[in-house]
């Protein structure tokens, strides 16, 4: 019996405590759907991934290999920038603009097809050895070419595939590669055939006229197919849902052109989504002194001074930033002492960014206290609300993996602005000047939400 009448006095409390019973049920739930969202439909739906694709070649082979790209349902090829304006249409990219591009962090992944390439499409063979910077094979009879005469690119020219990416997306390069020789493979099965038959002339030493006039009528009764199917054809098929980078036919050079040479591989990113999350925890906590002061009648007293309460929140913001920013310089600078993050070289993007971070976090810890009468209710809330932001906005799993619609919705967090800033000082070395986006939505949010408590702190005003 005693043990029943205990089991029904913690019942009773917790009822009373309402906020610590929602949360009890609201939290497992609410991170329950997040997290089903977000790796439940990664089985049978991949995330179409953007790839910028650059032809310098414009000749028939690389139209083709463009157009398997285009039909290709695992890709969304990029070919100029998007205008703010509808009917206006900006340049298309060019190699230099690509790479400038996936430096920027607008895309992940360029393909530039260069000039020449499609005389010699395939990797293997003389075309190989050539292209590695090894000295040709002898010379030997080969089948006349057929590619038209346009075609033919000039001697000692590369013509590799240029893959460009961004090393902290490990993922989309090697979809790219994959998908890349999947298009070529199954588009350009005539131009596999001529040069198959090429190269393994080269390796026979040539073959005999019977043997080419037999290879020739096979390609004609081979184009005769193709252009039946292509008529047939009602729309584009589409592509596979799947492919991982590995070697094929096509010669592709991978060249990362963001975080080349780095160290500190994703620490930097890291060290910002784990900080911004605590940040917000230690802020809320911080403000939490509110409600102390209201409990205690700290509060009443202070302000029946010359203090108003624009002045007091004023000053609670002030010292809940200071706070939350020397959290932030401790953390990086452990950061730095243990995982050799480079942080002095970045000092003037630090301070802004870890600036406006700490008083948008603030501002966020004055809100909810605002909102809450006990300091129950407090730690149930913002709980709630830090983990479920630090699941969406990218502080507990990369937002680039997410689908489109996570990613969207974590655009309204504080946690994906503050860690998308940190990522263009510390990943992409930008300037300050290229922190402006991520500056003007953080100081915008601590400014409406510090609008937003001051209202709702009227109600200590006239209690």
């Not at 029943?4 to 991170?31: E, N, Q």
């Not at 070697?247 to 963001?258: E, L």
């Not at 300091?375 to 489109?404: D, E």
Request: glycine content about 8%; hydrophobic content about 45%; charged content about 15%.
């Amino acid at each position: 019996m005693n043990l029943l009448a205990i089991a029904r006095t913690a019942l009773v409390s917790l009822r009373r405590d309402k906020a610590s019973l929602a949360l009890s049920f609201i939290l497992p739930i609410a991170f329950f759907s997040i997290f089903a969202t977000i790796f439940g439909g990664m089985h049978d739906n991949v995330n179409r991934i953007a790839v910028i694709l650059v032809d310098e070649d414009q000749s028939s082979t690389s139209h083709q290999l463009d157009q398997a790209l285009e039909r290709e349902g695992s890709l969304k090829v990029v070919t100029r920038p998007a205008s703010k304006e509808k009917e206006a249409q900006l340049p298309e990219y060019t190699a230099a603009t690509a790479e400038a591009a996936v430096k920027a962090g607008d895309i992940s992944v360029a393909l530039v097809i260069p000039q020449g390439w499609g005389a010699r499409p395939i990797s293997f063979g003389p075309d190989a050895v050539q292209r590695s910077g090894q000295a040709p094979a002898s010379p030997a009879q080969t089948v006349p070419p057929i590619n038209s005469p346009q075609e033919t690119s000039p001697p000692n020219t590369s013509t590799e595939v240029q893959l460009l990416y961004d090393a902290s997306d490990t993922i989309a390069p090697q979809m790219v590669g994959g998908l890349l020789q999947k298009s070529a493979m199954t588009s350009m099965p005539l131009t596999m055939a001529e040069q198959g038959m090429k190269h393994t002339g080269d390796y026979v030493g040539g073959f005999t006229p019977q043997q080419q006039a037999r290879m020739s009528e096979s390609l004609s009764q081979l184009r005769e197919v193709l252009a039946k199917r292509d008529a047939a054809t009602a729309g584009p098929a589409p592509g596979a849902a799947s492919g991982q980078g590995f070697d094929g036919p096509i010669a592709v050079h991978n060249r990362s052109v963001v975080g080349e040479g780095k160290n500190t591989n994703m620490i930097s990113y890291y060290a910002a989504a784990i900080g911004v999350m605590f940040l917000l925890f230690t802020a809320s906590g911080s403000a939490g002194a509110l409600l102390d002061e209201a409990e205690s009648g700290t509060l009443d007293r202070v302000l029946s001074s010359r203090i108003s309460m624009t002045g007091l929140l004023g000053g609670k913001l002030l010292f809940n930033t200071l706070l939350a920013f020397t959290q932030l310089v401790v953390m990086f600078l452990w950061g730095r002492a243990v995982y050799h993050l480079d942080l002095f070289a970045h000092i003037p993007g630090f301070l802004v960014m870890g600036l406006c971070t700490a008083v948008a976090a603030a501002s966020f810890g004055l809100l909810l206290a605002s909102l809450c009468h006990t300091r129950g209710q407090l730690g149930a809330v913002s709980t709630l609300a830090i983990l479920i932001m630090s699941s969406i906005g990218g502080s507990m799993f990369p937002r680039f993996l997410m689908p489109p619609a996570m990613q969207t919705a974590g655009m309204f967090t504080l946690n994906a602005w503050a860690i998308d800033g940190f990522q263009k000082v510390f990943w992409r070395d930008l300037p300050v000047a290229a922190l402006w986006p991520q500056i003007c939505v953080l100081l915008g949010i601590a400014i409406g939400l510090f609008l937003i408590a001051r209202r709702i702190a009227r109600r200590w005003e006239y209690a």
